[in-house]
Structure formats: structure tokens, C-alpha cells
């Protein structure tokens, strides 16, 4: 099992950036994807960004591209969101998870292939 912690959330302006990042403990972190996902209130939880567990593989969804970059440092157990040029519509809770299969090399974007969820970490952006 493994246990994921998010921080960096807080409330920006537009046009903002934060940073976003989410530490595993447990099981060896290394081997497995990782996602980000978010959840407005009253919205259904939506895909973010991902990337494989070597790293060399990503994805972004439509609404983020261009404006977030998810890496890893898997000597820290350590997965980043980093969000610029932030807007109203980022603001919800954001989640990070691991995929459900080790040695993925791809960057999936649906929301059960993952688990291990985090807490969450707040995110608002003020217009």
C-alpha cells in the first residue's frame, strides 16, 4: 500500500502560479504512473495531467496544456503540478493517485486506472 500526501494549494490570483506537489510512502513509488485529477464543487472529479513512471511519457488535458507541467523526482518519492497563468476555472480540490499497475509506460487520463488517493489540496483563483 502506498500513501500519498498532497500540499501547495492556497488561493491566487489569475494569472497566478502554483506548485503543487504530492509525496508517496509505502510501496516503491518508482514503478508506478502517477495522475493529478481535480473536483470543483458540484462538478464530477476531471483528469489534470499524468505521467509514466519513467517519466518520459505525459499527458495534459485539454484545459491545462500550455499552462501545467507535471515531473518527478523519484529520488524524493515526489510528484509535482507546476500551474501557471492560473484562472477561476482551476479553482477545486486537486488529487494525485497511482496507477493501478506497475511499469506503465503510458500516461493514462482515466480516472480508474488509479487509486491510493490522496487527501486533496485546495486550489482558488480569484478573477
Known amino acids: 500500500q502506498v500513501q500519498l500526501v498532497e500540499s501547495g494549494g492556497g488561493s491566487v490570483q489569475a494569472g497566478g502560479s502554483l506548485r503543487l506537489s504530492c509525496a508517496a510512502s509505502?510501496?516503491?513509488?518508482?514503478?508506478?504512473?502517477m495522475g493529478w485529477f481535480r473536483q470543483a464543487p458540484g462538478k464530477e472529479r476531471e483528469f489534470v495531467a499524468a505521467?509514466?513512471?519513467?517519466?518520459?511519457?505525459?499527458s495534459y488535458a485539454d484545459s491545462v496544456k500550455d499552462r501545467f507541467t507535471i515531473s518527478r523526482d523519484n529520488a524524493k518519492n515526489t510528484v509535482y503540478l507546476q500551474m501557471n497563468s492560473l484562472k477561476p476555472e482551476d479553482t477545486a480540490v486537486y488529487y494525485c493517485?497511482?496507477?493501478?499497475?506497475?511499469?506503465?509506460?503510458?500516461?493514462?487520463?482515466?480516472?480508474?486506472?488509479?487509486?491510493?488517493w490522496g487527501q486533496g489540496t485546495q486550489v482558488s483563483v480569484s478573477s
Open positions: 493517485a497511482t496507477n493501478r499497475a506497475a511499469y506503465s509506460g503510458s500516461a493514462y487520463t482515466a480516472d480508474d486506472l488509479y487509486t491510493n
Open positions: 509505502g510501496r516503491t513509488f518508482t514503478y508506478y504512473g
Open positions: 505521467i509514466s513512471w519513467s517519466g518520459l511519457s505525459t
